[in-house]
């Protein structure tokens, strides 16, 4: 993982212009760069390029280029709607310091408080960094539960598009015949990739059954349909 003197911001600022080039294969290796190294970026950076990532879903979903929506794709499945954060390398976290500055004190107070400080600085640093990692489950919670919006939002566009589809990928234009083609495909490519995930789980059992294995989002085109219908239909069923 990157060290936390790195200037993520000057990484993903010329990152974020390039992964949006009008030229594809500029946008897919920005994209491929993001999939194979955004598991190294320190929190909170990899949680708002996932969050950025996924405000331009459309432009990524429903691009005209398949090599463009296939490593969009990945991303969604792998790095966020499969994502197991116990599987990742260590990735450190940025914050601001737990404790605020105090004003200047002479050195035998600095000094003659020491012992009595300290319990006190260590719980209040336990306490914080729990209170972070809480609130970053709930991000990422919602961050998952935006992109199962998304990913439905797709489906309802290649079965025909609804105003609730347009509205929730932010289609200006409206749902055309030609974004309903693109629908079509990225659907199925995405059906392709959970299936893959669903393998991989069935191929890493047999080597490691002691492991728990976790539950894939959907088995098949079918299934992933049902699961949707099955649910509120506010979003992917689980």
């Given at each position: 993982p990157l060290p936390l003197t790195f200037d993520f911001e000057l990484l993903l600022q010329p990152l974020?212009?390039?992964?949006?080039s009008q030229h594809f294969k500029v946008g897919a290796c920005a994209l491929i760069f993001i999939y194979n190294h955004v598991d190294k970026l320190g929190e909170p950076s990899r949680l708002e390029m996932l969050q950025w990532l996924h405000s331009r879903f459309a432009w990524f979903g429903l691009h005209w280029s398949r090599v463009v929506r296939s490593i969009f794709l990945h991303i969604v499945v792998m790095k966020v709607l499969h994502h197991d954060a116990r599987l990742s390398p260590g990735v450190p976290r940025r914050q601001t310091?737990?404790?605020p500055l105090q004003s200047s004190r002479s050195e035998s107070d600095l000094f003659g408080e020491r012992k009595d400080r300290w319990p006190t600085l260590a719980g209040t640093k336990a306490s914080s960094a729990s209170s972070l990692s809480m609130v970053r489950e709930v991000e990422y919670a919602r961050l998952v539960g935006d992109f199962q919006h998304s990913v439905h939002a797709l489906q309802q566009l290649c079965d025909g598009g609804t105003d609730a589809a347009v509205e929730a990928l932010h289609l200006e234009g409206g749902c055309t015949r030609a974004l309903r083609s693109y629908a079509g495909m990225a659907w199925e490519e995405f059906c392709a990739l959970e299936k893959k995930w669903e393998e991989l789980q069935e191929m890493?059992?047999?080597?490691?059954?002691?492991?728990?294995?976790?539950?894939?989002?959907?088995?098949?085109?079918?299934?992933?349909?049902?699961?949707?219908h099955s649910g509120n239909g506010g979003g992917m069923g689980e």
């Amino acid at each position: 993982p990157l060290p936390l003197t790195f200037d993520f911001e000057l990484l993903l600022q010329p990152l974020r212009l390039t992964v949006r080039s009008q030229h594809f294969k500029v946008g897919a290796c920005a994209l491929i760069f993001i999939y194979n190294h955004v598991d190294k970026l320190g929190e909170p950076s990899r949680l708002e390029m996932l969050q950025w990532l996924h405000s331009r879903f459309a432009w990524f979903g429903l691009h005209w280029s398949r090599v463009v929506r296939s490593i969009f794709l990945h991303i969604v499945v792998m790095k966020v709607l499969h994502h197991d954060a116990r599987l990742s390398p260590g990735v450190p976290r940025r914050q601001t310091p737990d404790i605020p500055l105090q004003s200047s004190r002479s050195e035998s107070d600095l000094f003659g408080e020491r012992k009595d400080r300290w319990p006190t600085l260590a719980g209040t640093k336990a306490s914080s960094a729990s209170s972070l990692s809480m609130v970053r489950e709930v991000e990422y919670a919602r961050l998952v539960g935006d992109f199962q919006h998304s990913v439905h939002a797709l489906q309802q566009l290649c079965d025909g598009g609804t105003d609730a589809a347009v509205e929730a990928l932010h289609l200006e234009g409206g749902c055309t015949r030609a974004l309903r083609s693109y629908a079509g495909m990225a659907w199925e490519e995405f059906c392709a990739l959970e299936k893959k995930w669903e393998e991989l789980q069935e191929m890493l059992s047999k080597y490691h059954p002691e492991e728990e294995k976790p539950l894939p989002l959907s088995r098949s085109r079918n299934n992933s349909r049902n699961s949707m219908h099955s649910g509120n239909g506010g979003g992917m069923g689980e």
